[in-house]
């Protein structure tokens, strides 16, 4: 890489890339419990935090030379932590991810055992096109 300044010039643009990533997921699980006004706050509140993390994140790391080689890396800042930065997604990611595997759950049907259940969330055995093709693109991103 060479410049390793370049990574705190580039990294004002990740406020704004991780929370963008997640808004379109927040908004599905609202749109699974739209009836649910609790559910729709939990969530709001869970993207906020997120970006109220992440609007951190260009002041906490800067660029350094790995060595004497060209490439570059990125460490933290002297007294900052880095806790919150990685958690909050964290979390944020695993509700998501619980939330709408539940709601499909859910849809497709109604009165189920915890164990049939919780088969159902990870494998989507039975569940109707539209609804297996959801869990497995929630099951994408969280991996």
Excluded: E
């Amino acid at each position: 890489m060479g410049d390793c300044d370049l990574l705190r010039r580039i990294s004002p643009i990740f406020p704004f890339t991780l929370p963008l990533t997640i808004l379109p997921l927040t908004v599905r699980v609202c749109c699974l419990y739209n009836a649910n006004k609790y559910v729709i706050t939990v969530f709001s509140f869970l993207w906020l935090t997120v970006l109220s993390a992440c609007i951190g994140m260009p002041f906490v790391f800067i660029g350094y030379r790995i060595g004497h080689t060209q490439y570059c890396g990125l460490k933290m800042a002297p007294g900052f932590i880095m806790d919150a930065h990685a958690i909050c997604p964290l979390v944020n990611d695993i509700m998501i991810f619980g939330a709408t595997s539940w709601a499909l759950m859910g849809f497709s049907y109604p009165k189920m055992s915890f164990g049939r259940g919780l088969k159902l969330m990870v494998f989507g055995k039975h569940l109707c096109v539209l609804s297996k093709s959801m869990l497995r693109d929630g099951q994408a991103y969280f991996l």
